[in-house]
């Protein structure tokens, strides 16, 4: 089992669209991070979080610890947000080492 | 404000090559410094990392190898190039200050071997 999973793995919304996309994470991992990974390959960080939520204009990032469990949500999605989201999880007591899941490829049309 | 510069941003090598990939930070001191590898419909993959001059940790054992002659330089390196090296390859870098630090990715370089 993989120590990071995302779903869905693919996602298509029309403009407008409440999205949500989820990840689940192994014991051990202390910090989920959020990445968008654009067409031409460009990785930008869009949250870094260890406990409760953060916002970002209209992005949402949750964090379960208990569950073990975090979601991404985009509020009016808009054509320009397709990309592929990515959450990386992070152990404790590591500085370095970021555990990739294999990606949600968002495609919002409009 | 902190920047992150790779280069190239392509490159097409034949098998058994060399390979030097470069990446510069500017805006901070005393980076973490991270190379990671994308292969063709595969996730990111974390090669190498760094947390000072000189100090290079290998994650996946390979025909690549990675230096850090400087503060704010990375350096991806091959005496051979495989097919199987081909990818996009990222430098990233972040904050040495506390245990948890959001990642900063550099535009990354498109490696093609044939």
């Known amino acids: 089992k993989n120590e990071v999973e995302q779903s869905p793995q693919n996602l298509t919304a029309q403009e407008g669209e409440f999205i949500t996309i989820n990840c689940s994470y192994s014991?051990?991992?202390?910090?989920l991070h959020w990445l968008q990974q654009h067409p031409g390959g460009g990785i930008v960080s869009l949250f870094m979080?260890?406990?409760g939520k953060k916002k970002h204009g209209r992005l949402i990032a949750t964090i379960n610890i208990q569950e073990k469990h975090s979601s991404l949500h985009i509020t009016a999605s808009h054509p320009r947000d397709s990309a592929v989201y990515i959450c990386?999880?992070?152990?404790?007591?590591?500085?370095?080492?970021?555990?990739f899941g294999k990606g949600t490829l968002l495609t919002v049309n409009p | 404000s902190q920047t992150i510069h790779q280069w190239p941003a392509t490159l097409v090598q034949p098998v058994g090559s060399p390979l030097s990939l470069e990446c510069t930070v500017e805006?901070?001191?005393?980076?973490?410094l991270y190379w990671y590898r994308q292969a063709a419909g595969r996730g990111l993959q974390l090669l190498f990392y760094?947390?000072?001059?000189?100090?290079i940790s290998s994650e996946v054992p390979q025909n690549l190898s990675a230096s850090r002659p400087q503060d704010r330089q990375f350096i991806l390196s091959s005496k051979k190039l495989l097919l199987s090296d081909s990818g996009f390859y990222l430098c990233a870098w972040s904050s040495g200050l506390s245990s948890y630090n959001e990642q900063f990715f550099g535009p990354g370089t498109r490696l093609t071997v044939l």
């Open positions: 805006g901070t001191s005393n980076p973490n």
């Open positions: 990386a999880g992070q152990r404790g007591g590591s500085n370095y080492k970021l555990t």
């Open positions: 014991v051990g991992i202390s910090a």
């Open positions: 979080l260890s406990s």
């Open positions: 760094s947390v000072g001059i000189g100090q």
